[in-house]
């Protein structure tokens, strides 16, 4: 079944504006980024055991070990992205794509997604497959080499100890990096610019980010 699909026959309209009210009544207020989690229904990326509480801010159990992160998470990164339409982005943790579609539905012209598991990657590419400049590839992120440079913007769905020089050199000059920053036993969000400047904000609950490229799964 296709995103469209999905999308089509997701959710009623009543429910999708409580999922949003309940981000709203957590602190949420960047319109732009409500707007798109409202639109992609979250159930259409979640396991088929697990759909039922999709709606609830809650981080979910997806195949290969890694999990779905919790809506209110997702909401902190993206606001943080301050994600400009036509930018290019590149996404650390494909995951089950869910937030690459966030990203698609923010306006971003291209997203190259990275994912260190097989079976996640093509899972994801074949739910996001009717969406124009989506490309998500198999990779280990952490490694030197990257496909390619000159993003704006590169989210990181994860938690590290700290950000590899790589992922800087990566970014436009005026780029951001969003990620989760191992920041004194705790996981904090924090924003990086090219130059390597810092910001932490608050903490957020993130996987920690696992080096290697998964050969078997």
Known sequence: ??????????????????????????????????????????????PPAHREQARRDIALPLPCGATMTAPSSVATM???????????????GTGSGYVTALLDRLGAGAVLSLERYRTLAEDAAARLGNLP?????????LAPALPDGGFDRILVNGCVKAVPPHWLAALEPDGRLV???AVAGLCRIAVFTADGACETGPPIRLAALVPGLARVL
Request: charged share 20%; hydrophobic share 50%.
């Open 1 to 46: 079944m296709s995103l469209a699909q999905d999308e089509a026959i997701s959710g009623s309209a009543v429910g999708n504006a409580a999922f949003v009210l309940a981000l709203r009544e957590k602190g949420h207020r960047d319109t732009a980024v409500l707007s798109a989690m409202e639109r992609v229904p979250r159930e259409a990326f979640a």
């Open 78 to 92: 993206l606001s943080r992205l301050r994600l400009g339409q036509g930018q290019r982005v590149m996404e650390i």
């Open 179 to 181: 990620t989760g920053l």
């Open 133 to 141: 400049g989506i490309h998500v590839v198999q990779a280990d992120a």
